[in-house]
């Protein structure tokens, strides 16, 4: 395989480069409460067993959560992701990611915030497939 051959990248980072390690962790640094909240129900394998990573660089973007083993990432979107602008970009990268053989699930913060079992049933239903 071609170091730049992304169809093919096997590994749970597809050609991240390398400042998007660095931008993970500021942005781990800076979670909102939303994506605080969620994190306490997935970290430390407590999630059906699986281990999920936050803010986990994938090619050029970086993910709220990602789980390998299901190759599922869940994105936790603020209020400006309704902006039309911000739709279509959260489409071309929706695209990019599944064709990369990955499934995206989205939720808003309020949804996380105020619906949390409903949040985490959808999750549990997307890692049975």
């Known amino acids: 395989m071609k170091k730049d051959d992304l169809q093919h990248d ?4 597809k050609g991240a480069p390398g400042n998007g390690f660095l931008m993970a962790q500021y942005l781990r640094e800076r979670a909102t409460a939303a994506e605080v909240y969620l994190w306490e129900r997935l970290k ?5 067993g699986l281990k999920f990573r936050r803010q986990h660089p994938i090619g050029i973007y970086i993910v709220d959560f990602y789980c390998h083993q299901k190759k599922l990432i869940i994105e936790v979107d603020g209020e400006y992701h309704g902006d039309l602008e911000q739709v279509q970009k959260d489409t071309e990268r929706t695209d990019f990611l599944n064709f990369q053989g990955l499934h995206v699930i989205r939720f808003s913060n309020e949804k996380v915030l105020t619906e949390i079992d409903s949040v985490l049933e959808e999750i549990g239903e997307c890692c049975k497939e």
């Open 10 to 13: 096997d590994s749970m980072w």
């Open 44 to 48: 430390l394998n407590q999630f059906q």
